[in-house]
C-alpha cells in the first residue's frame, strides 16, 4: 500500500513506476502495490516523466494489480486524473466514481458542464455527443480502435494528449468553434497540431 502523507501536494509516477536501469526507456513497478491513497491535500499529479508509448512495453502492464485507487481531493483536475489512470492501466470507472456530477452515458465519461473526460468504448468511428464543450486531457488517449471523430459545432476546447496514441485515427472533423486545441493534442497519430 501506498499512502501520500498529508501536506504532499503532488502525488508522482516516479513513486510507483521507476526506470528498469539508469537510463532506461523500459520502467518496473512494484507487482505488490494494490492499494494508493491521495490525502486531501494532493492538488496535481505528475505524470511527466514517463511516455505512454513506452510503459506499453511492459509485459503489457500485467504487473499492475491497483485494486483501491482513494482520492480524498474532491478538486484535483479530472484531465491530471484521466492521464494517472492511462498511465497506470487503473479501472476507470473505480477512480472517477469517487467525483460528484459524473455522466456516465453510451461511453462517455462527463462532467455537468458538458466536458468530456474519458471514452471506454471500442468504436472506429465515435460520434461526440452534441452539446459537449471540451474534450479532457488525455480522453482518448491509447485508444488504438478509434479510426474516425466526430466533433460538434459545441467543442470550443481540445486538451492536453486527448487523442494521443490513437495510432489508427486517420479522419477527424475540427469545426470553427474550436478556440483551444493544446499542441499535444494528437501525439502519436497522423495530425499535428500546432494549437490555437
Do not use: W
Request: glycine share 6%.
Amino acid at each position: 500500500m501506498v499512502t501520500v502523507e498529508d501536506g504532499c501536494t503532488t502525488f508522482c509516477t516516479e513513486s510507483v513506476l521507476y526506470g528498469e536501469s539508469l537510463n532506461s526507456k523500459r520502467y518496473v513497478c512494484c507487482d505488490k502495490l494494490k492499494i494508493i491513497i491521495l490525502p486531501d491535500t494532493v492538488t496535481k499529479i505528475d505524470t511527466t516523466s514517463y511516455n505512454t508509448h513506452y510503459l506499453k512495453n511492459i509485459s503489457n502492464k500485467v504487473f499492475l494489480d491497483i485494486r483501491t485507487f482513494t482520492v480524498k481531493n474532491k478538486k484535483i483536475q479530472i484531465g491530471e486524473l484521466v492521464k494517472l489512470i492511462n498511465t497506470l492501466d487503473l479501472d476507470t470507472d473505480d477512480v472517477l466514481k469517487q467525483f460528484p456530477g459524473r455522466i456516465e452515458n453510451n461511453n462517455f465519461l462527463y462532467t455537468c458542464d458538458n466536458v468530456l473526460i474519458k471514452y471506454t468504448g471500442m468504436a472506429e468511428k465515435i460520434i461526440i455527443p452534441s452539446g459537449i464543450t471540451a474534450i479532457s486531457d488525455y480522453a482518448f488517449a491509447n485508444n488504438t480502435y478509434v479510426k474516425e471523430i466526430v466533433l460538434p459545432d459545441t467543442v470550443q476546447s481540445i486538451g492536453n494528449g486527448a487523442f494521443s496514441e490513437c495510432y489508427n485515427l486517420t479522419k477527424i472533423n475540427l469545426p470553427t468553434t474550436i478556440t483551444s486545441i493544446a499542441s499535444d493534442a494528437f501525439n502519436g497519430t497522423e495530425y499535428k497540431s500546432t494549437g490555437k
